[in-house]
C-alpha cells in the first residue's frame, strides 16, 4: 500500500512539473484539483483541453485569489467553478486563466490590481470595497448581517444594488458576484479561558482584532480586551498567549492552520466572514455584450453554488478542527439574545458608525431592512 502511495505522489509530482514546465500552470493545477495528476495520460487530457480551450477563445480573464484551488472544500471561495462556469456560459470566447493561492498578492493588492486593469478579476474580503463606498464598512455592525441569510439579503438586496453598486463602479470596479463564507466564530486558544457562551465569558480575555475600529469596539461592548495583531502574525500569538481567542470563520480556521492550537469554539454569528469578486470595469465594459451576459450569467451559476457549498465545507472544517480536539458550541436564541444586547447595532454606542458609514440614519434604516427582508436566495447557517 505504502509503495503504490509513494509510486502515486512520485507521477504526480513529475506530471504537475511536466505541465508547469510547459507553460501549463493552470492546467496543472486544474489537474491536481480534479485528482488527475497521478495519471500521465489524465494529465496531457486536461493539458491539451485546456491548450485548445484558451486557443479558440477571444479574450483572456485571469483571475486571482489569495487562496489555493483545493480550498473550497472548507473554504467556498468556488475559483474552479467560476473559470468552469464563465468559459461555458460565454461558449468558449472567454478563456479564465486562474491565479490561485496568493501568486499575484492578496486583499488590498488585488484590489489595486484589477483597478488598474494588470487583471481582469480577483477575489478579496468586502472590506476592500469600503474605500469607495463607505456603506459596505457596515457589514462589520454586530448582528446587522452577520447570519449568512442576513448577509445574502442585504448584497441582493434592491438597496444594495442603488446604494453600494454605484459607487463601487464609479472607482472602475464591476461586482461579480459575494462570496458567503459563514459568520466570523469565537475560538479560543488551548489552555486559554475554556468555552465561552455569554459575553461574561469573555472578561478580560484578549482577543485578537483586526485593524477595524467596529470589530475592536464590538469585542469591547462584549467584555473582552481588544488586541489589534497583524494576520500574519496571529499564529504565534495566539500560541504564545499574546492573544487568547480570535474571530475567522470555521473554513478560515482550518485552512489557515489554526486546528492544533485551538480548544473552543462557539457560533455567535455576529459579523460575516465575507468575499467579493470584482472585475475591472473599463474591460468588463470593452467586452461585447454577448460575452458580458456570459460572464454574469457564469458568475450568477457560481454564487447559486457557493450558497449550496456552505453547510458542506463547514461540516468538513469542523470534523478536521474536531480531530484535534477543538469542542464547538451553537447558541440557543436565549444565548444569542445575550450577545445582541451587549453588543449588537440597536444600541447607541453605534450610532455614530451609522450616520458616518451609511450617510443619515434614514439610509442606516433602509439598509437594516435590507437585511431583514428574505431575499429569493436561501442560506443555510450554523
Not at 458567503?180 to 482577543?207: E, M, Q, T, W, Y
Not at 480586551?225 to 497583524?230: M, R
Not at 489554526?258 to 473552543?264: E, G, Q, T
Request: proline share 4%.
Amino acid at each position: 500500500m505504502d509503495k503504490d502511495r509513494k509510486e502515486i505522489a512520485s507521477a504526480t509530482r513529475r506530471n504537475f512539473l511536466k505541465l508547469t514546465a510547459t507553460g501549463g500552470f493552470t492546467a496543472a493545477m486544474v489537474a491536481g484539483a480534479g485528482g488527475m495528476l497521478w495519471s500521465s495520460q489524465a494529465a496531457a487530457q486536461t493539458a491539451n483541453e485546456e491548450r485548445d480551450r484558451e486557443k479558440a477563445a477571444e479574450h483572456v480573464m485571469t483571475i486571482a485569489t489569495a487562496y489555493v484551488l483545493g480550498a473550497s472544500r472548507s473554504y467556498p471561495i468556488m475559483q474552479l467553478d467560476l473559470k468552469e462556469n464563465i468559459q461555458n456560459a460565454t461558449n468558449g470566447k472567454v478563456y479564465v486563466k486562474l491565479a490561485p493561492g496568493g501568486q499575484l498578492g492578496a486583499g488590498g493588492s488585488l484590489v489595486q490590481k484589477v483597478q488598474g486593469g494588470t487583471i481582469q478579476a480577483a477575489q478579496h474580503s468586502l472590506s476592500n470595497f469600503a474605500p469607495f463606498a463607505s456603506t459596505v464598512d457596515l457589514i462589520n455592525m454586530p448582528y446587522l448581517c452577520g447570519s449568512n441569510q442576513r448577509f445574502t439579503n442585504l448584497v441582493t438586496s434592491d438597496f444594495w444594488n442603488s446604494e453600494v453598486h454605484p459607487k463601487v463602479e464609479a472607482n472602475g470596479f464591476k461586482a461579480l458576484f459575494y462570496v458567503n463564507i459563514d459568520p466570523r466564530v469565537v475560538a479560543v486558544r488551548k489552555g486559554g479561558a475554556g468555552a465561552v457562551l455569554s459575553p461574561s465569558d469573555l472578561s478580560g480575555v484578549k482577543f485578537r482584532v483586526p485593524g477595524s475600529k467596529m470589530l475592536q469596539q464590538y469585542y469591547r461592548m462584549v467584555g473582552a480586551n481588544p488586541t489589534p495583531v497583524a494576520w500574519g502574525e496571529t499564529p504565534s500569538a495566539i500560541k504564545q498567549g499574546v492573544a487568547d481567542a480570535l474571530d475567522p470563520s470555521v473554513g478560515a480556521l482550518f485552512v489557515f492552520g489554526f486546528k492544533d492550537i485551538l480548544s473552543h469554539v462557539t457560533f455567535t454569528q455576529a459579523v460575516p466572514d465575507s468575499q467579493v469578486y470584482s472585475c475591472n470595469l473599463e474591460w468588463f465594459n470593452s467586452m461585447p455584450a454577448d460575452v458580458q451576459e456570459g460572464i454574469m450569467w457564469g458568475s450568477e451559476m457560481t454564487a447559486h453554488q457557493n450558497l449550496s457549498k456552505v453547510p458542506s465545507a463547514r461540516a468538513y472544517a469542523m470534523s478536521e478542527l474536531a480531530k484535534a480536539g477543538v469542542e464547538f458550541h451553537s447558541l440557543s436564541d436565549d444565548q444569542l439574545g445575550e450577545w445582541k444586547d451587549a453588543g449588537g447595532y440597536q444600541r447607541p454606542e453605534w450610532d455614530e458608525f451609522k450616520t458616518e458609514l451609511a450617510g443619515s440614519m434614514d439610509a442606516f434604516d433602509k439598509m437594516e431592512e435590507a437585511a431583514s427582508t428574505q431575499g429569493k436566495y436561501y442560506v443555510h447557517d450554523a
